[in-house]
C-alpha cells in the first residue's frame, strides 16, 4: 500500500504562474513536478566537475551542482532561498 502526505506550500503569485504556464507546455501536473524535483533534489553526493577558471592565472576550481542551481534561481527569482 502506497501511503502519501498532503502538504501547504506558499509561493510567490509570479512563480506559481511561471510553474502553471511550464505545466501546461510540458502537460504535467504540479505533483508530478514537486516529486520529480525532490527526488532530483535528494540525490546523494551529486558528482561536482571542474570548471576552468577563465581568469588572469588560470587554475581550476570544483563547484557543486547545488552552487550552480543556487546560481541559476538567484538569476530567475532573486528573493529565492534555498
Not at 510540458?26 to 576552468?52: C, G, H, N, Y
Not at 570544483?62 to 546560481?71: L, M, R
Amino acid at each position: 500500500m502506497l501511503l502519501c502526505m498532503r502538504t501547504t506550500v506558499e509561493l510567490p503569485d509570479a512563480l506559481m504562474d511561471r510553474v502553471k504556464a511550464r505545466l501546461a507546455k510540458r502537460k504535467l501536473t504540479f505533483r508530478a513536478l514537486v516529486i520529480s524535483a525532490l527526488e532530483q533534489a535528494l540525490q546523494e553526493d551529486p558528482k561536482p566537475f571542474k570548471l576552468r577558471d577563465a581568469s588572469v592565472g588560470g587554475g581550476t576550481r570544483t563547484v557543486s551542482s547545488s552552487e550552480i542551481n543556487h546560481a541559476i534561481n538567484e538569476q530567475r527569482e532573486p528573493s529565492y532561498k534555498a
